[in-house]
């Protein structure tokens, strides 16, 4: 495990404020590990921000299943980038309604673009891209 090194930031008390309502309401037990977690978040970002790094992800698409070959659509471009996607979890969420979960895996660039064509085929009504990290290189 790697040595804890303690530091000191100067803050305005209102922003510390602000910021010691905001880790309360998230559950954390003290400043120590919101920053930490901010620092992670950063540093997933700048991975994120690279076209080659190997990252993971989920793609959350809503659409109304009634449109045409729209299931088969989506299911396609899975298929054509078969190496990216891990697993797919497919709810009903009414008798129109579905929402799909794409876990995905791979470079950046690649992921992107899988990301980018199942939210913009026709008929999905929502999508989006939640970037994450394998966790290398991440304390």
């Given at each position: 495990m790697a040595e804890?090194?303690?530091f000191g930031i100067s803050i305005d008390e209102r922003l510390l404020q602000q910021f010691?309502?905001?880790i309360e309401s998230k559950g954390y037990d003290n400043r120590s590990e919101a920053i930490r977690d901010l620092i992670r978040n950063a540093l997933v970002e700048q991975q994120w921000s690279?076209?080659?790094e190997e990252t993971v992800g989920t793609?959350?698409?809503v659409?109304?299943?009634h449109t045409r070959d729209l299931a088969d659509k989506l299911t396609e471009h899975q298929h054509s980038h078969h190496e990216a996607?891990?697993?797919t979890l497919h709810v009903?969420?009414?008798a129109h309604h579905c929402l799909e979960v794409v876990v995905v895996k791979g470079r950046t660039l690649k992921?992107?673009?899988l990301a980018d064509e199942l939210i913009g085929t026709k008929g999905v009504k929502h999508g989006k891209l939640v970037t994450s990290t394998t966790g290398k290189g991440l304390q």
């Open positions: 804890t090194t303690r010691d309502e905001l690279g076209d080659d793609v959350t698409l659409y109304d299943h996607v891990i697993s009903h969420l009414d992921v992107r673009r």
